[in-house]
Nanobody, 121 residues
């Protein structure tokens, strides 16, 4: 089974920057699409981004467009979520997912446990 581990979360002030990592163990990510989601307290999961196996990066949601980007390094078996101009509303647990097929709407093969991002002054 694919094991995914997210890292890079933490406490950051509004306007700050974070880079989250999603690392896979014993699994070749290059054939799969990698999604990022977040879940704030009391809310359902929110789709953030997808980077396909063809390296097409898609950002979902008007709330993060222009501030978040996603990338991948298949040699390092790692995907990234780059977050800038962070706001209080970005506070959530962020987790990555792996999908077969052409995009991140296909079934989830695996997901990580998540990493906490807290934006606060």
């Amino acid at each position: 089974q694919v094991q995914l581990v997210e890292s890079g979360g933490g406490l950051v002030q509004p306007g700050g920057v974070l880079r989250l990592s999603c690392s896979a163990s014993k699994f070749d990510l290059k054939y799969y699409n990698i999604g990022w989601f977040r879940q704030a307290p009391g809310k359902g999961p929110e789709r953030i981004s997808c980077i396909t196996s063809r390296n097409d990066a898609i950002i979902y949601g008007d709330s993060v467009k222009g501030r978040f980007t996603t990338s991948r390094d298949d040699d390092e078996l790692t995907a990234y979520l780059h977050m800038t101009s962070l706001k209080d509303d970005d506070t959530a647990v962020y987790f990555c997912t792996v999908h077969p097929g052409d995009d991140c709407y296909d079934r989830i093969v695996s997901r990580g446990q998540g990493t906490q991002v807290t934006v606060s002054s």
